[in-house]
Every structure is written in C-alpha cells, then in structure tokens.
C-alpha cells in the first residue's frame, strides 16, 4: 500500500543534544511537509518541500531545519532540542496540494 | 491568530445518536475545507471535504455542511458508533495560485461515543 511513513515512532532526546526525524513516502507526491503537534494544539507547519523547493513558515524556529535528499525523503534537523520542542511531529505529502496523506508521526520527548 | 476554530474540545454522544461537530474560519480566502480522525498514537486521517462552491456533502454516515455567510461548517455523524471515537480536526485551505495548498487547523474536538 502506497503509504508515509515516519521514523521513529517514539524519540527521546536530552537537551541541546540535535536530533533527526525522517519520512519516507510511496505516493510520488511532489509536496512533503512537516508540522509540529503539542498537546491540544492545533497541528502547525513548519516547513515545507514544494519539489525540491524549500519553503519555511515565517514563525518557525531557527532551531528546525529539513533536508529533502530525494523525492521519498525527507527528514526534521532539530539542532538543540529545548523542553518546549517535546511535541508529535506529522509528516504529510500531497500532490501539489491535494491529498494530503499524513503518517503516523513521531513523538518526541526532550529530557 | 487563530484561523481556524473548534470551540467544543470533547463531545460525548450516545451511540446510533447524531453527533454534531463545529468549526468555525475567520479567513474568508479559505475555500477548501477538510475533516479529518485522529486516533490515539496515528496520524490523522482524512475522512470528508467540501469545497467552497457547495453548502453540503454527503459520504455514507459523514455529511459536512459549509456556511459561508456564517464562516461556519459542521461534520454529521449520523448513526454514530463506538468506533467513531477519535479527535476531529477540522482544516481549511487558500488557493494560492497552483503552488501549494497549506492546511490550516483547528484544535480538534475529542468525540466519544457511548455504547
């Protein structure tokens, strides 16, 4: 089955220590994108890929970087976790913005 | 600056009883919306959409209902079941010209369903 699928599901991670998160898909799509989740929150984008075409949202930190190797993969750079970054990290991929497939995503805890 | 909102966090219904959920934009660019479930540990799932040119669609037990004037949708369940519990996000979109459609989300509102 054509899927996203993300790695690990579960991260732990110590403070200032950097961290990567990856994401792979089967779709094809063009468009992959990363949004951070805490708890009760609303999902947020921090980034996108549009092709190979970076696209950062405007509040996103510094902290966050992405790196899009190929078409299936695509991978979260969080250089020094703070405790505020603990949060489920979704990966999503559409075709030029329709379909948007989500994977499972990957919580992250900072200790 | 909260563009998309679910004001109900949880709703409890019984089972084979309609449940009704709300959302409400304050982008009146947005012209594509979407439902989506949440389990526990998943992602979330895409579960029904309407576009802005309609006021309502229908896929089996989900109907999604769009009022424009209002800036309001809804999500139907009618007969809701056990397995329907989840959290519903609801997410609205901007045509921006044939690049990307980036989703916009709301909070979620958990729904259980009571056997």
């Known amino acids: 089955d054509a899927m996203v699928i993300q790695n690990p599901r579960y991260q732990v991670t110590q403070f200032g220590k950097p961290v990567t998160l990856s994401c792979s898909q089967t779709l094809n799509h063009n468009v992959m994108y990363w949004y951070q989740q805490k708890s009760s929150q609303a999902p947020k984008l921090l980034f996108h890929?549009?092709?190979?075409?970076?696209?950062n949202e405007a509040d996103t930190p510094d902290n966050f970087q992405s790196r899009r190797p190929n078409t299936s993969f695509c991978f979260l750079d969080i250089r020094s976790p703070g405790l505020g970054d603990a949060a489920m990290y979704l990966c999503a991929t559409s075709r030029d913005g329709t379909g948007y497939t989500f994977g499972s995503g990957t919580r992250l805890t900072v200790v | 600056d909260q563009q998309v909102k679910q004001n109900s966090p949880s709703l409890s219904v019984q089972e084979g009883r309609i449940s009704i959920l709300n959302c409400d934009y304050t982008?009146?660019?947005?012209?594509?919306f979407l439902w989506y479930k949440k389990y526990p540990a998943e992602g979330p799932t895409f579960l029904i959409s309407i576009s802005s040119i309609k006021d309502k669609n229908e896929d089996g037990r989900f109907t999604v209902f769009l009022n424009k004037s209002a800036k309001h949708l809804s999500l139907h369940i009618v007969p809701s079941q056990p397995g329907d519990s989840a959290v519903y996000f609801c997410a609205a979109s901007a045509y921006n010209g044939g690049a990307t459609n980036k989703l916009i989300f709301g909070t979620g509102t958990l729904l259980a369903v009571q056997p």
């Open positions: 890929y549009y092709d190979k075409d970076f696209n």
């Open positions: 982008n009146s660019m947005f012209d594509y």
